[in-house]
């Protein structure tokens, strides 16, 4: 293990987002409760089809509290899917959103909020982070726009590790390497900072420990807690400070050739930090540390372990793709520790879409 020197001395601007986090095993109990705190009295619950019977058993322990259930959160936010839940809101009396579920759900909570500043109470039920960032991806006519907006943030977020039981072990896998990615991009980004930088370290390590657990045991409920409680941290680090290359890439392969969200950053992930492995190198070394010394080796090797799935082809992606999606990357890259060149972005999505190991970054 390499020792650190903590650096004190180097200067920073922290914002941590303002949410409250009702942490536990049964908390999802606490909803009514955290309603009043909201001042909420007509909630609108909103869910995916596939969790529809979850949001209706919530819906039912409400009583009069809840407004009704909306259960067509759909990927990626379509503008049209927001006006229709909008209407539901307005026809239900509602004065208050609960999303219950993924990152689509909440996506759908933000996007009503955005629109009229409404409470959010988000129950969330997979790794992704979206929960607790003031960031909102939605698409109109095919096109993916992000906003960023304080009426966005959700105000109280409820992890009851007891919903993620269910969740697939695949889905579990590659979400949680969606938060680690949230996380390796945080402890090298511009605006980093180290209030940040140890959320994000402590995620990592917290989720590289309870997903092979999660693997094996699905419903071992200290490792579900544990995942959780990592997914937490390493959304709080995405929504403080801001993404580089990975994230780029990640919306360049969702956006532009509908790429699985998850998936997509499973399968970049150990890509992009062997790519910024030497532009970063002290900035990832704890993260280093914790797959035994190369980064994207290490994660690489992990996930292949955890049965995920490893190459860009098996998501779908074309070869005859990859130079256009290394032409979008690069037009307007976000800040990158490490310069964004069209030849070394063509070569990773070369080895990403094939399945290869990366490079070695040590
Ligand atoms: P998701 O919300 O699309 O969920 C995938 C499927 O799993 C859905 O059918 C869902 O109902 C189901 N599911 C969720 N939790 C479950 C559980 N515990 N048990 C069983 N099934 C469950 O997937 P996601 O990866 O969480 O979210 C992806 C979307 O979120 C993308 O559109 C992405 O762009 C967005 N996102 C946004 C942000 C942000 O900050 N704005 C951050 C991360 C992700």
Not at 228 to 241: F, P
Request: proline share 6%.
């Amino acid at each position: 293990m390499t020792q650190h020197t903590p650096q004190h001395s180097a200067a920073f601007t922290c914002i941590l987002n303002p949410a409250r986090i009702v942490f536990g095993a049964g908390k999802r109990g606490d909803v009514a409760a955290e309603l009043d705190r909201l001042g909420v009295t007509r909630a609108l619950v909103l869910s995916t089809s596939f969790q529809k019977a979850d949001a209706d058993a919530l819906a039912e322990t409400l009583g009069d509290k809840a407004a009704g259930v909306f259960a067509n959160a759909t990927m990626h936010t379509p503008v049209e899917v927001t006006e229709t839940a909008m209407s539901a809101y307005v026809a239900a009396g509602a004065d208050g959103v609960i999303a219950l579920g993924g990152g689509s759900t909440i996506g759908l909570g933000k996007a009503i909020a955005y629109r009229n500043d409404c409470p959010q109470l988000v129950v969330a039920t997979t790794y992704a982070g979206s929960e607790v960032t003031p960031i909102l991806g939605q698409t109109e006519n095919g096109v993916k726009t992000t906003v960023r907006a304080a009426s966005i943030l959700p105000e109280t977020v409820i992890y009851d590790p007891e919903l993620t039981l269910g969740l697939p072990v695949g889905m579990s896998v590659t979400s949680g390497l969606n938060a680690m990615a949230h996380a390796v991009e945080g402890v090298y980004a511009q605006d980093r900072n180290p209030i940040a930088s140890m959320m994000a370290i402590e995620g990592v390590r917290a989720l590289r420990d309870a997903l092979p657990v999660i693997a094996k045991t699905p419903a071992d409920a200290v490792a579900r807690g544990d995942a959780l409680y990592g997914a937490w941290l390493c959304g709080t680090v995405l929504g403080a400070v801001g993404m580089a290359l990975h994230h780029k890439l990640c919306h360049v392969l969702g956006g532009s050739f509908d790429l699985p969200h998850a998936e997509t950053h499973s399968v970049m992930l150990p890509h992009t930090a062997a790519y910024n492995a030497g532009a970063a190198k002290e900035a990832l070394q704890p993260l280093a540390d914790l797959f035994g010394g190369d980064l994207g080796v290490g994660l690489w090797q992990f996930a292949k372990d955890l049965g995920a799935p490893m190459s860009l082809r098996d998501l779908g992606l074309e070869e005859t793709d990859l130079d256009r999606a290394a032409d979008i990357a690069v037009k307007n890259p976000y800040w990158n520790p490490r310069p964004v060149e069209r030849d070394a972005t063509r070569a990773l999505l070369g080895r990403a879409w094939e399945g290869a190991p990366p490079e070695s970054g040590t």
